[in-house]
């Protein structure tokens, strides 16, 4: 069965750093489209940051230069390093994979990060 399972969520203060991990299983890694996003109570789901097949990455604006997405093939793990947090950067952090050529996706339970003196 397909697993995507976070982990590195926490409690940091402002201007520090995270960095989450995703580690999938039960899909064949390199066919899929990785990605991070997040939501706070109320609010939308937003897209923090992709990574492509080809490692082509995209982010949101309110992230651009704070955080970086990687993957690792050898692990079937995707990352997320977050510096320089926010406040505003609380939510839940969800894993996502996209396989676009069969419209596929798959989500990730969470993993919480709060960011608070």
């Known amino acids: 069965q397909v697993q995507l399972v976070e982990s590195g969520g926490g409690l940091v203060q402002p201007g520090g750093s995270l960095r989450l991990s995703c580690a999938a299983s039960?899909?064949?890694?390199?066919?899929?489209?990785m990605g991070w996003y997040r939501q706070a109570p109320g609010k939308q789901r937003d897209l923090v940051a992709t990574?492509?097949?080809?490692?082509?990455?995209n982010y949101a604006d309110s992230v651009k230069g704070r955080f970086t997405i990687s993957r690792d093939i050898a692990t079937n793990t995707v990352y997320l390093q977050m510096n320089s947090l926010k406040p505003e950067d609380t939510a839940v952090y969800y894993c996502?994979?996209?396989?676009?050529?069969?419209?596929?996706?798959?989500w990730g339970q969470g993993t919480q990060v709060t960011v608070s003196s």
């Open positions: 990574i492509s097949r080809d490692a082509n990455t």
């Open positions: 039960g899909i064949i890694f390199n066919f899929y489209d």
């Open positions: 996502n994979a996209y396989y676009r050529a069969r419209g596929r996706e798959y």
